[in-house]
């Protein structure tokens, strides 16, 4: 029985290790703020889909940048596209 255990463990190894950047990063790039989501449950989103993208030094830019991108609400995103200096902590509040 442990011989078959260690044979699921490699397997599910393999699948895991074998995403798709493209594709995550897809999901990244296209997700919007629903309009019954609050700023803290889209950015966690965003926070949790970022981690699969290896974006490393650039993740909190393009959050924040998705947050611009992704609101519903068009004077939204225009006032922070106003904002030259726009940080995503500044983009949150």
């Excluded at 463990?9 to 990244?28: D, G, I, M, P, V």
């Excluded at 790039?29 to 449950?41: V, Y």
């Excluded at 889909?49 to 940048?65: M, N, V």
């Excluded at 596209?81 to 509040?93: N, P, T, V």
């Amino acid at each position: 029985m442990a011989k078959n255990n260690r044979g699921i463990k490699a397997f599910k190894a393999y699948c895991q290790s074998q995403k798709n950047l493209t594709y995550e990063r897809h999901k990244f790039f296209t997700r919007n703020q629903t309009k019954s989501e609050s700023i803290d449950q889209y950015v966690t989103e965003l926070r949790t889909l970022a981690s699969t993208c290896e974006f490393k030094d650039l993740k909190d830019g393009l959050i924040r940048d998705r947050i611009v991108g992704g609101k519903q609400i068009a004077a939204l995103w225009e006032r922070l596209l106003r904002i030259a200096d726009l940080s995503l902590g500044k983009a949150i509040q």
